[in-house]
């Protein structure tokens, strides 16, 4: 038998939608306010993001954004025209390219990351409890609240 979904499962999921949507949209905003496109700002984060021993090259960035690898190369020949990353030929391989990002593109990715970091304390919170809220309601589809330690482990 198939699991039923209710109608509060589709609220708490797309009140979660509603939220996560809520936040793109505000850094959508910042991104074209400062004066570069929404993928362009992604792009630079996931490249100054990169978790630790990942090379900053095309193939990693593209994975970290999900797009296609030309789609990645496009963004970076954009933001590398307006002054925002590098292309670093690497040394044991002349063929691999490595990414850097510039001065400038150091400091527009840290304004929009504090203006993110703030819209994040503001609004954080309901996006936080609407995640809890779908993830408690898949984990136990009674509707009860999620047990103390079931919190905890959710917000690891």
């Known amino acids: 038998m198939k699991p039923s979904v209710t109608q509060a499962d589709y609220q708490s999921l797309a ?7 809520r936040f793109l ?8 306010e400062a004066g570069i496109e929404p993928h362009q700002h992604q792009l630079m984060l996931a490249l100054k993001g990169l978790p ?5 090259r095309i193939r990693e960035l ?14 970076v020949n954009r933001l590398a025209a307006g002054g925002y990353v590098r292309r670093h030929r690497m040394k044991e391989d002349r063929r691999e390219v490595s990414l850097s990002l510039t001065k400038k593109g150091e400091k527009i990715l840290r304004e929009l990351s504090l203006h993110h970091q703030e819209e994040l304390r503001l609004r954080g919170p309901a996006l936080i409890a609407a995640l809890l809220r779908a993830i ?4 136990n589809p ?12 959710l917000k690891k």
């Open 52 to 56: 630790v021993g990942t090379r900053p």
């Open 15 to 21: 009140e979660l939608r509603y939220q996560i949507r």
């Open 142 to 153: 009674s509707g009860a609240e999620p047990r103390p330690a079931e919190v905890r482990d």
């Open 62 to 75: 593209a994975d970290r954004l999900q797009i296609q690898h030309h789609s990645t190369v496009e963004l």
């Open 136 to 139: 408690s309601r898949s984990k």
């Open 25 to 32: 949209h505000f850094s959508e905003q910042a991104a074209h």
